[in-house]
């Protein structure tokens, strides 16, 4: 379960990297768990996550924190570099790869567009204090079954490329991730001056290759 956990905050961090060049500040946001899988039933408070982005130029650091530890992933799109470190059950990891850089940052964050409709609906609402616009997305998966995800995006932060239908900062919508129903939402924007040592690795961690980490993952809940 700490693989799928670790899985679903890199896919959930990159909500609003792409775009945040002209941003400097933080966007707190939350993950609730809404449906899982038959075998992970009453995990769903576990999986939740608290989420804390900072930006600051090209570089971005999301902390992501639920019940077993705290994610951070530290962006550069100038170097195309990710570090990701994990603080769980005491052992302090990081690792370094590049960035994917062919997904958009939907597809990042679960919300895949390929072949998806978009239809604009003329509604609006206001989140973390933004104003936001609504969209239907129906997204049709391998099997031919179409889901219909509710996006609310904002078009004043960070605005992010959808496909050419919609350009704008994704604000809430639900996402399905390996089976998990989970709901996005961001709750507080913070324009403020960033500091750099968000950037760094932080004394004390380790440096892992992916699949390292994710054998200390299975080590530890074997334990």
């Known amino acids: 379960m700490l693989k ?11 909500a609003l990297i792409a775009n945040a060049q ?17 075998e992970m039933a009453g995990m769903e408070a576990m999986m939740g996550q608290q989420i804390t ?16 530890g705290t994610t951070a992933i530290i ?46 609906v003329n509604e609006r609402k206001l989140i973390a204090g933004y104003d936001c616009k609504k969209a239907i997305v129906d997204i049709a998966d391998e099997s ?9 995006y904002c078009e004043q932060i960070a605005p992010v490329e959808m496909k ?5 900062t994704p604000m809430e919508f639900t996402m399905i991730v390996e089976g998990i129903t989970m709901k996005y939402e961001v ?14 690795i932080p004394a004390g961690y ?10 200390n993952f299975q080590n530890i809940e074997q334990d």
């Open 206 to 215: 380790t440096l892992q290759t992916m699949d390292q980490m994710y054998q």
């Open 187 to 200: 709750t507080a924007v913070t324009k403020e001056v960033v500091a750099e040592s968000l950037f760094a």
């Open 144 to 152: 031919g079954v179409v889901t219909s995800v509710e996006l609310w």
């Open 53 to 68: 982005s900072s930006f600051k130029g090209h570089r971005s650091h999301t902390l992501m924190k639920n019940m077993m």
């Open 22 to 38: 002209k941003f400097e500040g933080k966007i707190d946001a939350s993950i609730t768990v809404l449906k899982a899988p038959a």
């Open 4 to 14: 799928k956990l670790f899985t679903l905050a890199i896919i959930a961090c990159t």
């Open 75 to 120: 962006t550069d799109s100038i170097k195309k570099e990710m570090i990701i470190l994990t603080d769980m059950m005491g052992q302090k990891t990081a690792m370094v790869q590049p960035m994917e850089t062919n997904a958009s940052p939907t597809e990042n964050m679960g919300l895949e567009l390929n072949g998806a409709k978009i239809k604009k």
């Open 164 to 168: 050419g239908e919609i350009r704008g």
